[in-house]
């Protein structure tokens, strides 16, 4: 397809290395569909990456999309990349924007580290009373529902910042003894060897969207939707799609104890599991359907949703002693 006009792409992106090496990823996928694309990449530097609080109290993470999104609608840039697990499930499309494509999906795992010169190797060699560090809520849950004993704190910032803390190497409030990170943003940043337990999905269910990139542009803006259309992996957008109907169900947002994954088993069957947590991991309710019949990822979303409704999700996620 070599019929694009004659026009610039603008890529709106979060300002940090890891988002910056998405948009490098996706520039080469565009430029095997039309080699000679005219680039030009638009970070943003966001509010809630400036802000080094509990995303909460700033409004949640949907603030690391919502300034992009803005310069979309405005026409400022032509297409933006979003982590899909970064998009909130509580609130509607901004108006105007789609999702074109969606682009295969990375290794959904979480990884444990440990500060450099460390011998230990899993969390289960961790001694009571160990600082873990984490950004999400799921993963604190998660930690504390199998080590009740450990201290999980939330520190934010950029990965390899977040590792420098952990090494010692930056100014953190107290000593860290191990972290947790998703295996797929130390792969992009090329220092997947940091890692030395891999949960598997089963012991830490995934974020809603984990990852997945996910390119949006304005609807109207047909030769940009057709472009990223070519990119688009069928697969991953059911799966999204199954994970994302039961998020906003829930009515999720990005500090929500939500995970879900959703697969496609060998015969084509659709599987979504899907969970929600106390903050200290002490409740949680879970459920697992299979797509069946009409194997419609909505469909299932809702399913899967309903039941967790049911075991009293709401009241889980909102804290309300039961």
Same mark, same amino acid.
């Given at each position: 397809m070599?019929?694009?006009?004659?026009?610039?792409?603008?890529?709106?992106?979060? /300002? /940090?290395? @890891?988002?910056l090496a998405q948009v490098d990823h996706v520039s080469e996928l565009l430029r095997k569909i039309i080699p000679d694309l005219d680039i030009e990449v638009v970070p943003v530097t966001t509010e809630a990456d400036k802000w080094q609080g509990d995303l909460a109290q700033l409004g949640g993470k949907g603030l690391y999309v919502k300034e992009i999104d803005t310069l979309l609608q405005h026409a400022q840039v032509d297409m933006a990349v979003h982590c899909m697990k970064d998009v909130p499930? #509580?609130?509607p @499309?901004?108006?105007?924007?789609?999702?074109?494509?969606?682009?295969?999906?990375? #290794? +959904?795992? #979480?990884?444990?580290?440990?500060? !450099?010169?460390? +011998?230990?190797? /899993?969390?289960? #060699?961790?001694?009571?009373? /160990?600082?873990?560090?984490?950004?999400a809520v799921r993963r604190k849950a998660h930690v504390l529902r199998v080590r009740p004993d450990l201290n999980v704190v939330r520190v934010r910032g950029a990965v390899g910042s977040r590792i420098e803390k952990l090494d010692g190497k930056r100014k953190v409030d107290t000593r860290l003894d191990a972290m947790i990170l998703a295996r797929a943003g130390l792969e992009r940043l090329g220092i997947a060897d940091r890692a030395r337990q891999v949960f598997s999905v089963d012991e830490m269910l995934p974020a809603v969207g984990a990852g997945v990139l996910g390119l949006e542009c304005r609807k109207d803006d047909d030769a940009v939707a057709y472009l990223l259309q070519q990119?688009?992996? !069928?697969?991953?957008?059911? !799966?999204?799609?199954? !994970?994302?109907? @039961?998020?906003?169900g829930l009515r999720g947002h990005c500090n929500s104890p939500i995970a879900g994954h959703c697969v496609t088993e060998p015969d084509g069957q659709l599987s979504l599991r899907g969970m929600v947590f106390s903050r200290d991991g002490s409740k949680f309710a879970h459920a697992h359907f299979w797509g069946e019949g009409m194997n419609d990822p909505a469909v299932l979303g809702s399913r899967v949703c309903a039941e967790l409704l049911r075991q009293d999700a709401r009241g889980i996620i909102d804290g309300i002693p039961h």
């Amino acid at each position: 397809m070599n019929d694009f006009p004659a026009r610039k792409l603008r890529i709106g992106t979060r /300002s /940090s290395p @890891m988002a910056l090496a998405q948009v490098d990823h996706v520039s080469e996928l565009l430029r095997k569909i039309i080699p000679d694309l005219d680039i030009e990449v638009v970070p943003v530097t966001t509010e809630a990456d400036k802000w080094q609080g509990d995303l909460a109290q700033l409004g949640g993470k949907g603030l690391y999309v919502k300034e992009i999104d803005t310069l979309l609608q405005h026409a400022q840039v032509d297409m933006a990349v979003h982590c899909m697990k970064d998009v909130p499930g #509580d609130q509607p @499309m901004p108006k105007g924007l789609i999702f074109a494509a969606y682009l295969p999906r990375d #290794d +959904v795992r #979480d990884v444990l580290l440990f500060p !450099e010169g460390s +011998v230990l190797q /899993s969390l289960d #060699d961790l001694p009571p009373g /160990s600082i873990v560090a984490s950004s999400a809520v799921r993963r604190k849950a998660h930690v504390l529902r199998v080590r009740p004993d450990l201290n999980v704190v939330r520190v934010r910032g950029a990965v390899g910042s977040r590792i420098e803390k952990l090494d010692g190497k930056r100014k953190v409030d107290t000593r860290l003894d191990a972290m947790i990170l998703a295996r797929a943003g130390l792969e992009r940043l090329g220092i997947a060897d940091r890692a030395r337990q891999v949960f598997s999905v089963d012991e830490m269910l995934p974020a809603v969207g984990a990852g997945v990139l996910g390119l949006e542009c304005r609807k109207d803006d047909d030769a940009v939707a057709y472009l990223l259309q070519q990119l688009n992996h !069928e697969r991953t957008m059911t !799966e999204v799609t199954a !994970e994302r109907v @039961m998020l906003h169900g829930l009515r999720g947002h990005c500090n929500s104890p939500i995970a879900g994954h959703c697969v496609t088993e060998p015969d084509g069957q659709l599987s979504l599991r899907g969970m929600v947590f106390s903050r200290d991991g002490s409740k949680f309710a879970h459920a697992h359907f299979w797509g069946e019949g009409m194997n419609d990822p909505a469909v299932l979303g809702s399913r899967v949703c309903a039941e967790l409704l049911r075991q009293d999700a709401r009241g889980i996620i909102d804290g309300i002693p039961h």
